[in-house]
């Protein structure tokens, strides 16, 4: 029986993801034509990241684990862990007011209509070529001049061991950090993993942690972002939350 209601619950995210692209395609598609006018795009696809992920049954507790604050002037590259698609949703709902740039996977272009707007308002990377993963730092830097914040997920994918709690992590977003001086956010996303696995046999809607790890200054060096990085994350997901 929950098998048969999570392969329903799948169909729904079908259902309600062809609904809010279609009704959010238009002015994503007209205001991605001009950089200049992404903060207004931007507003756009928050609204189908905050449709998405309530409109599956998720809600989200946020946990502090710092008392810095997020600058809403200030540009950030973004980063937490990868276990579900739905992680994706939540950094646009935590950040309303930073327009946020994807570093993302250049398969993802050829997804009908979606694939449209994805290639103008997200920075992508084919895997397989090296000239392109080392592009990807000077398109970041780019997007971040014109004031919009980067995610990236440094494990640079879901792991296929599903037993991977925390896989390693690649150097992309720190080398990004460091070599152009912005700050790291780090964040958890707990439970997602058991909530929205890639196994659509899977899952149920509930509320997922988000832990506000910190916020990393650049001019530590890229072995200790990342170390730093990695172990606040690993240890967040093995915090149990009552």
Known sequence: MRTIL??????????????????????VYLLSIRQKDYKACY????????GMFYGMGFR????????????KNQAYVIISNHTSIMDVMLPCILFPNH??????KKELVKIPI????YKR???????SSARSRADVYRRCAERMQQGQSIVIFPEGG????????????????FILATKHHFPLAVYTFQGLKEMFPFDNSKGYPGVVNVFFNDILTP?????????TAYEEIKMSLSEKIK
């Open 6 to 27: 999570a392969y329903l619950w799948r169909f729904w995210m079908v259902i309600l993801g062809t609904v809010l692209t279609i009704l959010f395609f238009l002015p």
């Open 43 to 50: 507003f756009f696809i928050r609204l189908w990241a905050i």
């Open 60 to 71: 989200y507790k946020l946990i502090s684990k710092t008392s810095k604050k997020i600058d």
């Open 99 to 104: 327009p946020l740039c994807y570093v993302g």
């Open 114 to 117: 979606f694939g449209t707007v």
């Open 121 to 127: 308002v997200c920075v992508m990377v084919d895997r």
């Open 158 to 173: 879901v792991p296929d061991d599903t037993s991977v709690v925390l896989d390693d992590f690649k150097d992309g977003a």
């Open 219 to 227: 001019d530590l060096s890229l072995k200790t972002l990342k170390e």
